[in-house]
Each structure stands twice: as structure tokens, then as C-alpha cells.
């Protein structure tokens, strides 16, 4: 094994073509030899993977590797498991993004009973911190699960920025898309077309109460927190705004008072570009925050589960106005007394390719109204 493991580490850089190192690894895990995958694995990175010998991260080398990880990671059993932490803990390759990417990869392949190895051996604390809340957003009791639940519980991680999430599923997240990876891909479902609503058109004579921006750099940057990675790693473009209004706003007169905001999204919106607006339950306005933040835009992969569901909460309590500080409860108590929009329209400003966020939360009082829009093209 040492030979042909050897054979193809020094043949690696002059391949044109790496399929052929795929199907070795592919069968030798099929026979039941996972150690085979993991060893290539580690050969590889202590070659190449700090660039040393090539100026760089060879293309080969990401390609095989990333093939090895999913191999393993996607095929069931605690041996594979246990063959992915021995992969992801070199000092060569480990980092956060790896963490994270690894964490959706296991949880979404294998039974949580298998898992628990993450949790008593050798493994990244951020893979443990991810892999908490991947298991928990696929409906995993983790407080009740042994070899997980004495670390899930224990108060040494909860500094982590993941350590704010509750260990169990709230009533408004219960319905979160979780993509389904193989070795070869993942596929995924996209929540920002048309849902169950209420519809609502724009009324003529609205009475709609004046209107003054209340933004602050803090708060846009917080309701944008599902979406940022739109914009820093694709080529999303985001509006994130506050509105002070000087009376009670009726939520049927939402439709109305949007074209009223000088909004830069709906510039050019009206009888050319109609909008579409639609009261949504707020379960919906946190899917689709999830599903941006955790899958990414039109070029890049997202924060994966359990960083999702952070920027999810953290969008939707800087729309309801919730106050920093807040626990989770206290933020969903803010969201479910918010009434939830969403809209859209065929202006310039948004793509309409796959990507397009319309959300807007009229606050309790009815005297607050926050709005975020995305879009993303590829």
C-alpha cells in the first residue's frame, strides 16, 4: 500500500487528468479499506499542500484531496468517520472553513451514534461547534445523544460564537433546506421564489404615515448578516434600511409605503415594474435568510449549516429590532410580533436570475419598518 500510495504522491504533479487517482481511492473504500483513502489523503498534504514544492496549491492536489475528504465523509459507517478526523486534523490542511465545510459533509452522511467519535478522540474544536448545530438543524437531540451530549453541554465552549444557539430547534426554524451531498456534487433547494401567502396589492389612497431613515452602519450591517457572503464572495449587491414612521402603519398598506422609502431596489418600480409583495409567516423570512447564508450565492458555497443558522437568527433580530444582548427566545419573541413581507419587482436593481431577497418587517408598534433586498447573478 505504502508503494502505490508513494507511486502516486510523486506522479501527482504531471497528471492532466486525476479521475484515474479518483477510481483507485473509490474502490479501495468500497472493499472496505478506508485507511487507504485517509493515508493518501495525509501523503498528499505533507507534499503539497503548503505549496512548497510547487510555488503553490497545485490544482491536482485541491482536486484529489477534496475527492478523498468526500469520499469519505459521504460514505456511511463509523470507520469512515473516523478516517475523516484523522484527514482533517494535519496541522497541513485544518482550518475553519475546512471545519465548517467537513462538519456539513458528516452530519448530512452519517448516523449521529457514529459521530460521537468527533467528540472523544482527536478533532478541531470548531469541527465539534459546527458539527453541534449540523445535527441539531437535521432534528438530532444532542443533550440525549451519548458521546455528544457531555461536550454540547459543557460550559468550556460557550465563548464560542456558536455557543449562543439553543441545542434544540425553535418553532420558527423547523423547516430548514439542508442540502444532500454525494462524492461527486450536493444539490440543495433555493426557498426565494413564490410560498403560501397572502398577497397584497399596492391601494391607491393608502394612508401612509411619513417616514424617516433611522439606519445606522450597525444595523444595516447586522440585518445584512445572512447575505454579506453575496456580496464579499460573489457578486451579490444588498440594501439593508430602517424606517421611523410618524404614525401606525396598517400591514395592508406595506405594499404602498415601500414605493414611498426611496428604496434603491424598487427604483423605477410601479405601473412599468409592478410589486409583488406578500405577507409571509416569519418560519418563511428565516429559511430564506438560512438558505442564503448557508448556500451562498451564484460563486460560492456559503457558511454551511451551523454558521447559517447564526447569521439566519442574527438578520432576522436586527430586522425586528430585537436589542444586542438578546437570547435566542427573547429574539423570536420580537420576530412573531413583527408582521412579515416579502417582495419583489422587475427593476434594474435586482438580477432576477436565482438569487433575489425582498424582506420587510413591520415592527409590533407599527411605527417601525425594516427592509432587506439582495440579489446575486452569475
Avoid at 472523544?120 to 461547534?129: F, H, I, K, S, V
Avoid at 441539531?136 to 457531555?150: F, N, Y
Avoid at 430547534?169 to 433555493?190: K, Q, T
Amino acid at each position: 500500500m505504502a508503494d502505490q500510495i508513494q507511486k502516486i504522491v510523486t506522479g501527482l504533479p504531471d497528471l492532466k487528468d486525476v479521475t484515474g487517482v479518483w477510481a483507485v481511492a473509490d474502490g479501495r473504500v468500497a472493499q472496505g479499506d478506508a485507511t487507504f483513502a485517509a493515508d493518501l489523503g495525509i501523503a498528499l498534504a505533507r507534499t503539497y499542500s503548503t505549496g512548497k514544492a510547487t510555488g503553490g496549491q497545485m490544482w491536482q492536489f485541491r482536486s484529489v484531496f477534496d475527492h478523498l475528504l468526500r469520499l469519505l465523509a459521504t460514505t456511511a459507517g463509523p470507520e469512515n468517520v473516523t478516517q475523516v478526523l484523522r484527514l482533517i486534523s494535519l496541522d497541513e490542511v485544518t482550518n475553519r472553513k475546512l471545519d465548517r465545510y467537513t462538519a456539513s459533509l458528516l452530519a448530512s452522511s452519517h448516523e449521529a451514534s457514529d459521530l460521537a467519535a468527533a467528540f472523544t478522540g482527536r478533532a478541531p474544536e470548531e469541527l465539534r461547534a459546527c458539527l453541534v448545530h449540523e445535527l441539531v438543524l437535521r432534528g438530532v437531540v444532542v443533550e440525549d445523544t451519548p458521546g455528544i451530549a457531555r461536550w454540547a453541554t459543557s460550559p468550556h465552549w460557550s465563548h464560542h460564537p456558536l455557543g449562543w444557539l439553543p441545542l434544540t430547534l425553535s418553532d420558527v426554524e423547523g423547516n430548514a433546506d439542508l442540502p444532500s451531498y454525494s462524492v461527486h456534487g450536493r444539490s440543495h433547494s433555493m426557498p426565494y421564489g413564490p410560498s403560501e401567502s397572502r398577497e397584497l396589492a399596492v391601494i391607491a389612497d393608502a394612508r401612509v404615515p411619513s417616514a424617516e431613515e433611522t439606519t445606522t452602519p450597525s444595523a444595516a450591517t447586522a440585518m445584512s448578516r445572512a447575505v454579506a457572503n453575496w456580496a464579499e464572495e460573489s457578486n451579490g449587491r444588498i440594501e439593508a434600511r430602517v424606517f421611523g414612521l410618524a404614525g401606525p402603519l396598517d400591514p395592508e398598506s406595506v405594499p404602498a409605503a415601500l414605493l414611498t422609502l426611496g428604496l434603491e431596489c424598487l427604483h423605477g418600480a410601479g405601473k412599468k415594474a409592478p410589486l409583488s409583495v406578500g405577507v409571509r409567516p416569519p418560519a418563511q423570512a428565516w429559511r430564506v435568510l438560512f438558505a442564503a447564508a448557508s448556500t451562498g450565492g451564484a460563486y460560492n458555497s456559503g457558511s454551511y449549516g451551523a454558521y447559517g443558522r447564526l447569521a439566519a437568527w442574527q438578520s432576522l433580530a436586527a430586522l425586528a429590532g430585537s436589542p444586542e444582548g438578546a437570547t435566542v427566545a427573547e429574539v423570536e419573541a420580537h420576530v412573531l410580533d413583527c408582521v412579515w413581507h416579502d417582495f419583489g419587482a422587475n427593476t434594474k436593481w435586482f438580477d432576477q436570475v436565482a438569487w433575489d431577497i425582498g424582506l420587510a418587517a413591520l415592527s409590533s408598534g407599527r411605527r417601525r419598518l425594516s427592509v432587506l433586498a439582495a440579489t446575486d447573478t452569475d
